[in-house]
């Protein structure tokens, strides 16, 4: 009579056992490979951070970010995705093709290895920071972006500073090249593809870093975007380093680090 009555052990789902990959294809392109870690533990309740290189939209790779990627690893908080993407050429636009690998990347972390990826961090540096805002503030499934770290990210090319005569006139003339479309008469495409542009109350987070002495891109984007972010009741963090150029000093770069994985954790919290 007792044993009949014997309450059932409530059920437990079992603890997936930790996962780390390199090179994993989550596409066709040869390009379309990315660093995959996923700790030990229950895959529905596990959080998820997207890190994306820079490389003005036509260069760079994940090797960029080995190093964090392995304090992750190390760190056992997150899964994590260091990617590569598709890059620009003469026949092809940054966007939506580099967006839409991001996409493609997440998708395969939910459909391969078993993850939801319900609160999902996005961090870039450069074009890559313009690459993770575009996606958060743009994508079908940004309410699963949680939070977003922007390291000197070009997100507004209908900044007046772009359009200048001189340094950053010049510089903008190799944005059009590699965007395949000219300035002058096309503002509304390049507000398109502008980050600041697609700001609403309901975007994600943001943590924005710029430099002071950046020659590739102007810390007014920076200013800019914390200005709109702000009147949009968006919760954000700008971080102005007023002697580091496009690629930071070690004293700024540490400091910086710091910052973003300090606000990458507490948007990612249980």
Known sequence: MAAGCRKEAPFSPPVAEEVLAYDYAYGPHPLQKMDV?????????????????????VGGDKSDWKQWFDYERNAKKYATLNINYRLDD????????????????????????????????????????????????????????????NFVGPVDFNDPVYHTPGHWEWIFSGIEYIFNLPYAGN?????????????????????????????????????????????????NEYWFYPRSGHTFNEADGWDAAYKAEDFIDRHLRD
């Open 37 to 57: 870690y996923i700790p030990p533990g229950l895959r529905d309740t596990m959080a998820v951070l997207v890190i994306v290189h820079g490389g003005s939209w």
């Open 187 to 235: 503002e509304h495409v390049y507000a398109r593809w502008s980050p600041y542009t697609h700001v609403t109350s309901r975007s994600a987070p943001a943590a924005l870093f710029y430099a002071g002495r950046d020659t590739l891109v102007p810390y007014s984007n920076g200013e800019r975007l914390h200005r709109r972010l702000d009147s949009f009741g968006v919760e």
């Open 90 to 149: 003469p026949a092809t636009r940054p966007l939506p093709m580099q967006t839409d690998d991001i996409a493609s990347a997440i998708r395969a972390l939910r459909e391969d290895f078993g993850v939801p990826a319900r609160r999902i961090a996005l961090l870039g540096a450069s074009a890559g920071a313009h690459l993770v805002c575009q996606y958060a503030w743009t994508y079908p499934d940004s309410a699963y972006v949680k939070a977003v770290v």
